[in-house]
């Protein structure tokens, strides 16, 4: 199925006291660019994230948000710093002996000095912390992927409709053709006659001027290219794979024999029919910059 690279997704995952919240927007982008921003104490599950991810997108500017919090009991230790509550009470002692204070030294006392009692986080079950990540972000991309495949048919839909448009005018193109040569020919022997004041023209050399400008204003390779480049437009739009850079150049290649066609005719009408299958063939183009 064809997919956008436009897209939005989000997951949320709580388990054993840890709760976590993945956001996924991407945008078009020519290659595979993926952001990653993920809280410290996870960060060495950042690679995880980014297989993860490059496994269901291919192409895009993808920006990841990781929010994590652990509200496990087991999640943290307090440390005591004997070596230094013990320097602390001494120096309170001193203090007390020395000025003759009352002596109100309690633990809650010596808790408040700094440093004496320390918050550790304990090390962390990386089995744990990716269950619930990973199936946080396994819901984000899902949820993405729908969003993009949506928008992909969409302009799938829309590719396809120009795309037919564009083969009407083709045909209108190859029906006017060949009366570009017969008009030519009328003019020619025409402004003949009119130059030489005769009735009677060689035809031999009539003939000659005609199949010069024949050959010179034919399009009919043009013609059989641009309408396999259509053929083949269709068909990578059915594949269902990364085609964006597929079309890209489809389109570029149509281009080419559409401007050449225009050069070549020599004929208003044509003329004005390349510049309308140029102007279908922009917009397809816009919206193929946005096809992953």
């Keep these: 199925m064809i997919k956008s690279m436009t897209g ?62 652990d509200f496990s009991e087991d999640s943290k230790s307090i440390l005591i710093d004997e070596g230094l509550a013990k320097t602390y009470i001494s120096a309170v002692q001193q203090l007390r002996d020395k000025y003759d204070l009352q002596d109100d030294i309690s633990v809650s006392l010596i ?3 700094p440093d004496v009692l320390k918050v550790e986080k304990v090390e962390q079950d990386e089995e744990k912390i990716w269950k619930v990540l990973g199936e946080a972000l ?33 045909k ?21 006659k009119e130059i030489l004041d005769q009735q009677v023209v060689d035809e031999n050399r009539l003939a000659t001027e005609v199949a010069i400008f024949a050959d010179r204003c034919s399009i009919d390779e043009e013609l059989v290219r641009l309408k396999s480049h259509i053929n083949q437009l269709r068909e990578t739009l059915q594949t269902g794979q ?41 917009k397809i183009r816009e919206q193929v910059q946005n096809i992953e």
């Design 242 to 282: 990364s085609v964006g850079r597929k079309l890209d150049f489809l389109i570029q290649e149509m281009n080419r024999e559409i401007n050449t066609i225009g050069s070549k005719a020599n004929d208003l009408s044509i003329s004005k029919l390349v510049v309308e299958i140029k102007s279908e063939l922009e």
């Design 111 to 113: 808790a408040k000095f």
């Design 172 to 192: 209108d193109i190859e029906i006017r053709a060949p009366e570009v040569v017969k008009e030519y020919k009328c003019r020619l022997e025409n402004r003949i």
């Design 138 to 170: 396994n819901t984000a991309i899902e949820s993405l992927v729908c969003m993009r495949q949506i928008e992909g048919e969409g302009l799938k839909n829309s590719i396809l409709e120009k795309t037919d448009y564009i083969e009407s005018i083709v």
């Design 8 to 69: 939005f997704g989000r997951g949320k995952s709580q388990a054993d006291g840890m709760e976590c919240l993945v956001e996924i927007k991407t945008v078009n982008h020519r290659y595979s660019d993926i952001y990653i921003k993920i809280p410290r104490q996870i960060a060495f599950l950042e690679d995880k994230v980014r297989e993860a991810i490059s496994k269901s997108i291919s192409r895009g500017k993808v920006d990841v948000f990781i929010s994590f919090e």
